[in-house]
Every structure is written in C-alpha cells, then in structure tokens.
C-alpha cells in the first residue's frame, strides 16, 4: 500500500467560497479514480501553532495506481483550477504502510 499525503497554506484573502469548491473537487476524485483505495481531506483543526492549513491523504494499493491518479486529467484539472490560484506552500510525501 502507498500513502500520498499533502499539506497547504492558503493565500491571504482566499475565500470560503474558493475552499468550498475545492473541497467540492476532491470528493469528486474518488468516484472517478478507482485506483484510489482510501481518500481523505480536511482543514486543520487549529490545535497547534503554525500548522499547515489543509491536509490530503491518498492510499493506492501500488505505485502504478499513485501515478494513475499523479496524471489524471481529473486530477490535474483539481491542481489547476483550484488548488494552484489559492495556495501559498505546499508539501508532499508518499510512503509505504
């Protein structure tokens, strides 16, 4: 099993409506990716100075379906349209579990 995890922060003066349609983007993902096992997402829960705003956990049963997913359209399409004009950092890592 690969996980894929991702953390962000947003821009200043990102909106609530910007956040809502990303969120709408990725609960899309895993109905049209059956490559992905397991999807999560969420906003942090402001427990802890100078997290990361938002995280994405992926779980693929092989790196084949990772690069699937890595390369899909409709993944790409999420990145474009929705993460890139709002994020400020963003880091990722995939590991074996």
Sequence with gaps: MLRHVVVFTWQ????????DA???GLARLPGQLPQIADYR???DAG???GNHAFAVTADFASVDDY???RDAPVHRAVLEDL???????????????
């Design 41 to 43: 997402f969420g906003d």
């Design 67 to 69: 690069l699937v997913y």
């Design 47 to 49: 427990i802890s100075e």
């Design 12 to 19: 200043p003066g990102t909106t609530e409506a910007q956040l």
């Design 83 to 97: 993460v890139r004009p709002i994020v400020a950092t963003r880091a990722a890592v995939q590991f074996e579990t």
């Design 22 to 24: 990303l969120r709408a």
